[in-house]
């Protein structure tokens, strides 16, 4: 649902769909949610490092 929802994101950068990739990426993150594995929280990481490079060099990296 991450991946899906930050590609989706990308290719239709609207302001709803900011709120959803924010809310699940911190839900991801939070180090009190004990029901996100490991895996997904570094997975959310990486995503919310590409983003905060911006949304054309996230869209190119991603693309490839």
Not at 41 to 47: I, L, P, T, V
Not at 54 to 59: D, H, M, P, V
Request: proline share 2%.
């Amino acid at each position: 649902m991450l991946s899906t929802s930050v590609r989706l994101f990308l290719n239709n950068p609207t302001e709803s769909g900011q709120e959803l990739v924010g809310s699940l990426l911190k839900q991801a993150t939070d180090k009190n949610h004990s029901r996100c594995s490991i895996d997904v929280k570094e997975r959310a990481y990486f995503y919310w490092r590409l983003l905060s490079v911006g949304l054309e060099e996230a869209k190119a990296i991603l693309s490839h």
